[in-house]
């Protein structure tokens, strides 16, 4: 069934850059064929799900959506394609996205364009726009995707599915190829927040094979019904600025009106330095990314192009490779890096980085749980923004602070607005997922 409607469905939507329809097949009679004993040790035993592009398989090309990678076999599994087969899942495919992460539509993909199941003419949002469409034209339950600035909770808001960007370190981040190691986290989307819980028991965990994966164990997420008597929720007022559209903002109020009707207190509170949040995000991720993407130089991995010598080699390879938004990062990323400029921006903006996880670490001194709009707006059509980086930029103004923080936080949908969907994100802090789990789940 769920090959059929990929078979239809595909050629419209196009969110997949690699599928194996048959192979799944296969890998399901495999299943099939198991005792059920060997089944009952399996949670996602045969369920299909699309894995960002970005993530490495081995049986699989993996692409992050660049021609530098085209048709790069990947040596290892990333460990989060170890725990889904380990579960017993299937992966159908490798869904599109922004090369290397960077993008808010999955217009930057240097093979082609996802369409919002929604609305073919719009886009899905991104950079897992891939995933985030797959799950919404429902040829896959669940699927994962990659947030280094709102990479997962923006494509999910746009798509009316639901998305989580876990704390830092709490997924591995082993086989996920870097953008911005420092923000980069793994995460699922799905069409309910059960599933996404589901699929995160999964995927969480302490991996050796990751430096910055957290020893701690994490909490299965409870089931019990959210106590909203007891429940403090912030909203914070830099949040519902003039960028706030009027359709979002009213389904915000939406939100606030119910959880006051369940008894739950609304709190306003205030995050003073959301000002300086995308100023901030991207000073430092395209840093991080100038780094990471050194390592494309023709020799070890995916394409080569000709020269006459190393040198020219290195530059023709990243110059045909490399797509006009991945050039723009890296040109933004070592100049923030130069000496003469270093302190100036990157040690800056690393300073206003702590301001900002200040603020949540004092908000949540008050509140469990902070409420926001995921966007400022709905999804957008082909080309509104991709002429003017700046305006795609702000875009993520409500999900990069999260990222800078390290806090989880999670976009569901909250109704249409002309037909399109509409998300709001909820925020907890650091290691707090299961809180705010059961939250965006009794409040589904
Ligand atoms: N849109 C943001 C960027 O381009 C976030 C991307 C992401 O989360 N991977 O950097």
Redesign the pocket.
């Known amino acids: 069934e769920v090959a059929d409607r990929i078979t239809a469905l595909e050629p419209l939507v196009g969110a997949f850059l690699h599928l194996d329809v048959q192979g799944a097949l296969n890998q399901a009679r495999a299943i099939d064929a198991l005792s059920d004993d060997e089944r009952q040790q399996m949670p996602l035993a045969g369920v299909p799900v699309a894995v960002k592009d970005n993530m490495t398989t081995m049986d699989m090309p993996t692409t992050a959506a660049s021609k530098i990678l085209e048709g790069f076999m990947a040596p290892y599994n990333a460990t989060v394609v170890n725990r889904l087969k380990a579960a017993g899942a299937i992966i159908v495919g490798k869904t599109n996205m ?1 090369e290397f ?4 539509s999955t217009e930057h993909s240097a093979y082609q364009l996802t369409h919002n199941p929604w609305d073919l003419s719009r886009v899905p949002g ?3 726009g891939g995933s985030a469409a797959a799950v919404a034209a429902r040829m896959v339950p669940i699927a994962l995707g ?7 909770r ?1 494509p999910a808001s746009y798509c009316g599915v639901t998305g989580l960007k876990p704390s830092y370190g709490r997924v591995s981040r082993y086989g996920l190829i870097a ?1 911005a190691s420092s923000l ?1 986290q793994i995460g699922p989307l799905a069409r309910s927040v059960d599933d996404v819980a589901l699929l995160y028991d999964i995927i969480a965990g302490y991996d050796p094979l990751d430096a910055t994966s957290i020893r701690a164990e994490t909490a299965r997420v409870s089931e019990g019904p959210v106590d909203w008597k007891g429940l403090r929720v912030g909203v914070p007022k830099e949040y519902l600025s003039a960028d706030l559209g009027g359709v979002v903002a009213q389904r915000l109020q939406d939100v606030i009106t119910q959880l006051e009707a369940q008894g739950a207190s609304v709190l306003e509170v205030s995050l003073p330095h959301t000002a300086y949040a995308i100023a901030t ?2 000073l430092i ?1 395209p840093a991080e990314a100038s780094s990471n993407l050194s390592r494309f130089d023709g020799v070890r991995y995916g394409y080569r192009a000709s020269g006459a010598d190393l040198l020219e080699m290195y530059e023709n390879t990243r110059a045909q490779g490399f797509g006009p938004e991945v050039k723009r990062r890296i040109l933004l990323g070592t100049h923030a890096l130069s000496a003469g400029y270093y302190d100036a921006y990157y040690l800056k903006a690393q300073k206003v980085r702590t301001l900002i996880r200040q603020d949540f670490e004092q908000a949540f001194a008050l509140v469990d749980v902070i409420l926001t709009p995921t966007t400022p707006d709905v999804a957008f059509r082909f080309g509104e923004k991709s002429s003017d980086p700046l305006q ?2 702000l ?2 103004v409500y ?2 602070t999260a ?1 800078l923080a390290g806090i989880p936080a999670i976009s569901t949908p909250a109704g249409l607005a002309d037909g399109l969907p509409v998300g709001i994100q909820w925020l907890g802090p650091v290691m707090g997922e299961d809180r705010l789990l059961q939250v965006a789940r009794g409040f589904e």
């Open positions: 922004d992460a960077m993008g808010s991104g950079s897992s990659s947030d280094t600035g709102g990479s997962i923006q953008y980069d995000y991207y991720a795609m930029y875009s993520d999900t990069v990222n």
